[in-house]
Every structure is written in structure tokens, then in C-alpha cells.
């Protein structure tokens, strides 16, 4: 009102500008009647630009101080729940996606770094949520059911009910006794290991468990139909399928499992069995970055778990890249991100070759060479430019 001779409802309709959903259109308008009348105010040439600067940035960035207040106090609630509760703070971060900033896999991580343990999804334990365990006095979450690709919640519900009245004793069991269960449902929980341990405590593999889906899928024939029919009521309950002449998933052929099926793993991460071969070409992992000075050369891979380009950055864009030790975060100048574009929005695994900055405990690297790195056994999911 002072510098641009705005009338009370103007200045009124700025500052709800600042607020409405970051309109650049509703800002560019305002902007005009604010030049017209800083001008008019003996306001001009740089002086007007910055003051102008100033009130577009904090437009695209800011919130009233009421909104931030609540905001502290629910990031300092969740923080301390975090540190003193991280199985019950990790399970109800999973039972509730989407939501926030990270994804599941990233979630699981970053807890398991911390030292929460994780048990996979098995239809013999699992619930519909994520669950706490308790087993020799340490706390542990379960993966729920919900993050079965694919699986409808009310068919996984028939399958928790039916095993609260008794347990399965085979898969033929499982799916006379949740007969509303797909081919493909049963598929995808034999791939992702929740068939494992259906036949007791020693379990098969999950290879197995798809030899054996595939076969409880097929309708049986007049003769065995005969067999079964004049069979006791216990042996149809529980019939058992031969072993597969089929061999175990190797631990890569497991990971691309898990994340095709669930998204996620609560095994090691994707990058975990790379280290010693990117060790020997010199990668550094995420957890060492900090140890290294300021202005030295490095080289990083993770997954590409955030892209972010604020509009305030003028053009910058920032990563955020895990592996198995940590995240690490990476600057990408406007020119290099116009070089490579499409590497860097379309690869879930990079591999990038900069210069460390750490500086006041702030640890980051300036990308000046952006790679996909190769890895078929994972797609990980990111949250992008949101």
C-alpha cells in the first residue's frame, strides 16, 4: 500500500494470490497493477525488480506462519515417534499409503537401517495390514497382505478367516477353503514367497509353489475324480502335490520378484550384492560421502527414489539417490539436466559423477556426468516433480 499506492483490497488480493495453488497466472496479473504502481511511486529499474523477485519467490515457496507452526509440530511428533516407536511409526506409515514423500520400499529401507527387522508377506501369518511381531523380545513388522499386487481385499480376507479357524495344510487346501481366489492372485503370492511356508515349517521354495498353483488349477480327470471321491474327509482336506523338478529362484531372480509383485523387498537392497564390483570402479556408497572433503571428485549409483525442480531453483534440479548404506543427495545444473533429460527422468538406477560439496553438515554432490546404470532386477518406484 505504501510503495505501489495499493488500496486495501488490492493489497488483500495479492496476499491471497501468494496462497492460490501457486498461480503464476493470478501472480503475472498482480505483478502488473504492483509495477504500474511502484512506478507511479518514484520506484523503478532494479530497486522494482527486486522488491518484485521477492514477492514472486516467497508467492512459490511461502505459507502463513499458522500453517508452519502446525507443520513443526507435526514433523517433531512424527521425528520423536520415529526414534522411540519406529516399529509402530513404520507400520502405520505402511498401512496408510499412498502417502508422503518416500515410498513403501524406501520406508522399509531406511527403517532396516535404523534396525527394524521386517518378516515377508505369508499367507500363514500375514493380516490384511502390516503387523508387529513380537519374537525374543524384539519387535518386528510383518508385511500385510494389501501389498500383494493384484490381491483383492476381500479374497485375502476369506484367506486370514479361513486360517483363523484352522491352518493350511497345502495349497490345494488354501484354495478349496478360499474359493473365490484367482489363478493369477494365487500365482503372484507363490512368485513372491507367501506360499512358503503353507506345508509347515520347513516350507518349499517358491518355484515349488508355483508347480504346485499350477496343478491345483487343473480340473481333475474321471479317474482321479474316483480316487478322490471315495477318499477320507481329512485326506481331501489336505491333498499333496509332488515336488517340482524345478530349481529355487537365485537371489537376483527372488528381487525382481519381490518388486514385480509387491514393489518392494525386505531383503537386501537391489544395489547390496553390486558393492564389491562398484567398489573396485571406485563408487563410493551413500554412508561415506559424509567422511569425504569438500570439493573432491566422487562417484555414486542408487536408485532414483525423489526428482525434484522447485520453481524457485531457477532451472536446478535435485536427486535423491539410494543404496544400501543411505541416500544421497545430487545437483543438477540446468544445462546438464537439458543434455539429459531423458537419462535422468527415465532410469530408475543412475550412476552419477560430480563433485562432493560439504560444507556446514550439508553433504551433497554436483552431477557432472549423468549414466543409467544397468539393473534388471528392480524397478523402483519414485516420487517425481511433485
Same mark, same amino acid.
Given at each position: 500500500?505504501?510503495?505501489?499506492?495499493?488500496?486495501?483490497?488490492?493489497?488483500?488480493?495479492?496476499?491471497?494470490?501468494?496462497?492460490?495453488?501457486?498461480?503464476?497466472?493470478?501472480?503475472?496479473?498482480?505483478?502488473i497493477k504492483l509495477r504500474r504502481g511502484?512506478?507511479?511511486?518514484?520506484?523503478?529499474?532494479?530497486?522494482?525488480?527486486?522488491?518484485?523477485?521477492?514477492?514472486?519467490?516467497?508467492?512459490?515457496?511461502?505459507?502463513?506462519?499458522?500453517?508452519?507452526?502446525?507443520?513443526?509440530?507435526?514433523?517433531?511428533?512424527?521425528?520423536?515417534?520415529?526414534?522411540?516407536?519406529?516399529?509402530?511409526?513404520?507400520?502405520?506409515?505402511?498401512?496408510?499409503?499412498?502417502?508422503?514423500?518416500?515410498?513403501?520400499? &524406501?520406508?522399509?529401507?531406511?527403517?532396516?537401517r535404523h534396525g527394524l527387522k521386517f518378516?515377508?508377506?505369508?499367507?500363514?501369518?500375514?493380516?490384511?495390514?502390516?503387523?508387529?511381531?513380537?519374537?525374543?523380545?524384539?519387535?518386528?513388522?510383518?508385511?500385510?497382505?494389501?501389498?500383494?499386487?493384484? +490381491?483383492?481385499?476381500?479374497?485375502?480376507?476369506?484367506?486370514?478367516?479361513?486360517?483363523?479357524?484352522?491352518?493350511?495344510?497345502?495349497?490345494?487346501?488354501?484354495?478349496?477353503?478360499?474359493?473365490?481366489?484367482?489363478?493369477?492372485?494365487?500365482?503372484?503370492?507363490?512368485?513372491?514367497?507367501?506360499?512358503?511356508?503353507?506345508?509347515?515349517?520347513?516350507?518349499?521354495?517358491?518355484?515349488?509353489?508355483?508347480?504346485?498353483?499350477?496343478?491345483?488349477?487343473?480340473?481333475?480327470?474321471? +479317474?482321479?475324480?474316483?480316487?478322490?471321491?471315495?477318499? &477320507?474327509?481329512?485326506?481331501?482336506?489336505?491333498?499333496?502335490?509332488?515336488?517340482?523338478?524345478?530349481?529355487?529362484?537365485?537371489?537376483?531372480?527372488?528381487?525382481?520378484?519381490?518388486?514385480?509383485?509387491?514393489?518392494?523387498?525386505?531383503?537386501?537392497?537391489?544395489?547390496?550384492?553390486?558393492?564389491?564390483?562398484?567398489?573396485?570402479?571406485?563408487?563410493?556408497?551413500?554412508?561415506?560421502?559424509?567422511?569425504?572433503?569438500?570439493?573432491?571428485?566422487?562417484?555414486?549409483?542408487?536408485?532414483?527414489?525423489?526428482?525434484?525442480?522447485?520453481?524457485?531453483?531457477?532451472?536446478?534440479?535435485?536427486?535423491? +539417490?539410494?543404496?544400501? &548404506?543411505?541416500?544421497?543427495?545430487?545437483?543438477?545444473?540446468?544445462?546438464?539436466?537439458?543434455?539429459?533429460?531423458?537419462?535422468?527422468?527415465?532410469?530408475?538406477?543412475?550412476?552419477?559423477?560430480?563433485?562432493?560439496?560439504?560444507?556446514?553438515?550439508?553433504?551433497?554432490?554436483?552431477?557432472?556426468?549423468?549414466?543409467?546404470?544397468?539393473?534388471?532386477?528392480?524397478?523402483?518406484?519414485?516420487?517425481?516433480?511433485?
Amino acid at each position: 500500500m505504501i510503495a505501489a499506492g495499493f488500496t486495501g483490497g488490492e493489497a488483500e488480493e495479492l496476499r491471497r494470490a501468494f496462497g492460490f495453488k501457486r498461480s503464476e497466472a493470478r501472480m503475472n496479473d498482480i505483478e502488473i497493477k504492483l509495477r504500474r504502481g511502484m512506478a507511479a511511486k518514484g520506484i523503478i529499474g532494479e530497486t522494482q525488480n527486486r522488491i518484485v523477485k521477492s514477492i514472486t519467490s516467497f508467492a512459490l515457496y511461502g505459507f502463513p506462519e499458522s500453517h508452519a507452526a502446525s507443520f513443526a509440530l507435526l514433523a517433531y511428533a512424527s521425528a520423536f515417534l520415529k526414534c522411540h516407536y519406529l516399529a509402530a511409526f513404520t507400520t502405520a506409515m505402511l498401512n496408510n499409503q499412498p502417502m508422503g514423500f518416500y515410498q513403501p520400499a &524406501t520406508l522399509i529401507k531406511d527403517a532396516q537401517r535404523h534396525g527394524l527387522k521386517f518378516k515377508p508377506i505369508d499367507v500363514m501369518c500375514s493380516e490384511w495390514d502390516c503387523t508387529i511381531e513380537e519374537h525374543s523380545g524384539d519387535l518386528r513388522v510383518r508385511v500385510g497382505l494389501r501389498y500383494v499386487k493384484g +490381491l483383492r481385499k476381500e479374497t485375502a480376507l476369506q484367506i486370514v478367516e479361513q486360517r483363523a479357524e484352522r491352518p493350511f495344510h497345502s495349497i490345494d487346501d488354501m484354495k478349496q477353503r478360499a474359493p473365490q481366489i484367482r489363478i493369477d492372485e494365487l500365482r503372484t503370492l507363490a512368485s513372491v514367497g507367501a506360499l512358503n511356508f503353507i506345508a509347515g515349517e520347513k516350507g518349499i521354495h517358491r518355484r515349488d509353489a508355483l508347480w504346485q498353483v499350477e496343478r491345483a488349477n487343473r480340473s481333475a480327470g474321471p +479317474l482321479l475324480s474316483s480316487a478322490i471321491a471315495s477318499a &477320507t474327509a481329512e485326506k481331501l482336506a489336505t491333498p499333496k502335490g509332488d515336488p517340482s523338478p524345478l530349481e529355487p529362484m537365485t537371489p537376483k531372480e527372488r528381487l525382481f520378484a519381490d518388486f514385480h509383485g509387491t514393489g518392494l523387498t525386505v531383503g537386501p537392497h537391489p544395489l547390496a550384492q553390486y558393492r564389491m564390483e562398484l567398489a573396485k570402479q571406485g563408487i563410493v556408497p551413500a554412508s561415506h560421502l559424509r567422511g569425504l572433503p569438500n570439493g573432491q571428485g566422487v562417484c555414486v549409483v542408487g536408485a532414483v527414489i525423489v526428482r525434484q525442480r522447485p520453481g524457485t531453483a531457477k532451472g536446478f534440479v535435485f536427486l535423491s +539417490l539410494e543404496d544400501e &548404506t543411505g541416500i544421497a543427495n545430487i545437483i543438477i545444473t540446468p544445462q546438464l539436466f537439458e543434455r539429459d533429460h531423458t537419462v535422468v527422468v527415465h532410469h530408475s538406477f543412475l550412476l552419477i559423477r560430480g563433485t562432493l560439496q560439504n560444507l556446514d553438515g550439508v553433504v551433497s554432490v554436483k552431477a557432472g556426468r549423468i549414466e543409467p546404470f544397468r539393473l534388471a532386477t528392480a524397478e523402483v518406484q519414485s516420487h517425481d516433480f511433485h
